[in-house]
């Protein structure tokens, strides 16, 4: 399918176009802002700077090889090789051969402007069906976000615990203005959730976190989506941000009940990237103390731990880190050159796809479709856009002053 046409899902909420595929619930309990139906982006500019990538690997190592289990993969797979005749509807790169074709899933376009609204509307609906009145989450600042919004569509109270002065104000603000109790916790996520976890245990309120099942079956619609708008087909690869663990745990249950159910005849490999400060499954060790920029990944110890080592063994995918100055470059790749404005952490998508293409890792796959999840709204955190551009000119407000400006800024405008 040439890469314009990439079908928009029309979606009146995940558990209206999914329910088939949902434990059911019943149509009176069911609390919806009509997420999911994101779209799925074609992305050239990542496709040239991914092509970009694997040219500048080759110069370097002439006849180096990518990571042994992927060439094998590739030798195994049967999937089509380029000619290096053929032209990508991308256009050609640099290298003159058609190069992967990156799509990106553009989460950040969900009600409250990230993937969890998904699980959300599934989670908060079988939440007021069981007649809870209190639901609580801990949260890196989405989780919250949305949990605090759908609670309050459902007239369910929430609280939120949240690591203080550590999760972006945009996000803050979402819970704080949908009327959640927030509670900031002298610690970091990770001792958010323990308390968090401590207390369902104690008291009868409802999990929103993804520990809670429920969570996951509304997240997993995103992999049936994303195999809808490539026309019944599943991506090559599937590269996401990996924090808590849910999300990509999320993915691949979605791609394996798609394939199971017959309506998609492969599943893509799980390509799974944590920041490189905040990267427990990465480095096989629960880091205490973890950072990044990314906030909303700076995790050290993922409760979907074991589905995300499940996802990337099962596909023959992997998991690898990105450093901060990655993740930046990459949310400026996608701001500045694709229009597409994404928090930190989601950029660590395609931060990790270029490093696997700088590494040579896509060799020999011309042609391979990569879906790019895209988890996060940049708006939700200001600061960290603010760092992607330069900061505003002040001038005088008279025309002569600006066109000074400008031309002391290097920007001439003839
Ligand atoms: N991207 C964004 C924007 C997130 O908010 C999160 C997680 C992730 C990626 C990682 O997803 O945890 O399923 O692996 N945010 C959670 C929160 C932890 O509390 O909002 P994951």
């Known amino acids: 399918m040439p890469m314009s046409a990439v079908p928009h899902v029309s979606s009146g909420g995940i558990i209206a176009t999914y329910g088939a595929y949902l434990p059911r619930v019943g149509p009176a309990a069911v609390v919806t802002l009509r997420e999911g139906g994101t779209p799925l982006i074609e992305a050239r500019a990542v496709s040239e700077a991914v092509r970009e990538a694997e040219a500048a690997a080759q110069t370097e190592t002439t006849g180096a090889v990518g990571p042994a289990e992927a060439l094998e993969a590739v030798e195994s797979s049967g999937r089509p090789r380029g000619s290096g005749t053929l032209r990508s509807p991308a256009g050609a790169g640099t290298s003159g051969t058609p190069g992967l074709r990156v799509y990106l899933k553009y989460e950040g376009l969900n009600p409250t402007g990230s993937f969890k609204d998904r699980g959300m509307a599934y989670a908060v609906s079988r939440a007021r069906e069981a007649g809870y009145r209190v639901a609580v989450c801990a949260s890196t600042g989405n989780t919250s976000a949305s949990a605090a919004a759908y609670c309050a569509r459902a007239g369910i109270r929430s609280v939120v615990v949240i690591p203080e002065a550590a999760i972006a104000a945009g996000k803050l603000a979402q819970a704080v203005a949908h009327g959640a109790v927030v509670v900031a916790v002298r610690g970091n996520f990770d001792q958010a959730l323990a308390v968090v976890r401590d207390l369902v245990s104690r008291h009868r309120i409802a999990l929103l976190n993804s520990l809670n099942p429920d969570r996951i079956e509304g997240q997993k619609t995103a992999a049936f989506e994303v195999c809808d ?186």
């Not at 745990?249 to 979605?254: D, N």
């Not at 998991?319 to 404005?341: F, K």
Request: aromatic share 4%; glycine share 12%.
């Open 229 to 414: 708008q490539l026309g019944g087909r599943a991506p090559d690869y599937l590269a996401i941000p990996v924090g808590n663990a849910g999300n990509i745990t999320a993915y691949w249950k979605g791609f394996c009940e798609y394939r199971e159910r017959g309506k998609v005849t492969s599943v893509p490999r799980m390509l799974g990237f944590q920041a490189a400060g905040a990267a427990p499954i990465v480095e096989g060790r629960p880091i205490e103390r973890p950072q990044t920029i990314a906030t909303a990944i700076r995790i050290g110890n993922p409760a979907s731990w074991k589905g995300a080592v499940a996802a990337r063994d099962e596909s023959g995918g992997v998991i690898d880190s990105v450093t901060d100055d990655e993740i930046l470059n990459a949310c400026r790749l996608l701001a500045a050159r694709e229009g597409v404005l994404v928090e930190p952490a989601s950029a660590a998508s395609v931060a990790g796809v270029l490093k696997l293409a700088r590494q040579g890792y896509f060799r020999g796959q011309r042609g391979a479709t990569v879906v790019c999840v895209l988890t996060g709204h940049g708006l939700k955190d200001p600061d960290a856009m603010m760092r992607l551009g330069s900061s505003p000119i002040v001038a005088e407000a008279d025309t002569a002053s600006v066109e000074a400006a400008l031309a002391a800024a290097g920007t001439p405008l003839d």
